[in-house]
């Protein structure tokens, strides 16, 4: 089975998963967010169209902000 790894842990790949469509699986919907994939930062513009490859290392950070 094909896999992806996402904050370092294992999760099944599916065909065509878009950035978007795992943050929504993965129920985050905090608007600061930063998404890597294999160490390349993709631009929030970007969720939509970009592809997840299998076997890809996804890093998904939550920006904290405040004082």
Do not use: C, Q
Request: glycine residues 10%.
């Amino acid at each position: 089975m094909n896999t992806i790894i996402v904050n370092g842990n294992t999760m099944d790949w599916e065909d065509g998963i878009t950035v978007r469509t795992l943050l929504g699986k993965m129920n985050y919907s905090f608007p600061m967010l930063i998404v890597k994939i294999n160490g390349t930062l993709i631009r929030k513009e970007e969720y939509d169209l970009t592809l997840i490859p299998v076997g890809a290392n996804v890093a998904i950070i939550h920006l904290i902000s405040g004082g």
